[in-house]
């Protein structure tokens, strides 16, 4: 049994910073590849920042050159560092792995944590 715990979201003035990090216990083989998505009111769910195996990133045009999203392969952690925080940015952010165990790969979602930035 995979399961992932999230932390470090909070209230935050605008222009501060969070660092939110998702850790994933159980047996595994390794994880592949890891995503930060998040999901405001009234709104769907989206990617914020992304991480192949390989360790190739992406990220959202609206967070380019602020958020930097990182692993730690020893900790099977994940990170998300996010700076100069906009209001905007206030959403519920979610982690996705893909896990895999043996020769199947899963997909996993934390459980969430609520970041509101205020002006």
């Known amino acids: 049994q995979v399961q992932l715990v999230e932390s470090g979201g909070g209230l935050v003035q605008a222009g501060g910073s969070l660092r939110l990090s998702c850790a994933a216990s159980g047996t595994f083989t390794r994880i592949d590849t890891m995503a930060w998505y998040r999901q405001a009111p009234g709104k769907q769910r989206e990617l914020v920042a992304g991480?192949?195996?390989?360790?190739?990133?992406n990220y959202a045009d609206s967070v380019k050159g602020r958020f930097t999203i990182s692993r730690d392969n020893d900790k099977n952690t994940v990170y998300l560092q996010m700076n100069s925080l906009k209001p905007e940015d206030t959403a519920v952010y979610y982690c996705?792995?893909?896990?895999?165990?043996?020769?199947?790969?899963?997909?996993?979602w934390g459980q969430g944590t609520q970041v509101t930035v205020s002006s």
């Open positions: 996705y792995l893909k896990i895999r165990i043996v020769f199947v790969l899963n997909d996993y």
């Open positions: 991480m192949t195996t390989g360790g190739s990133t």
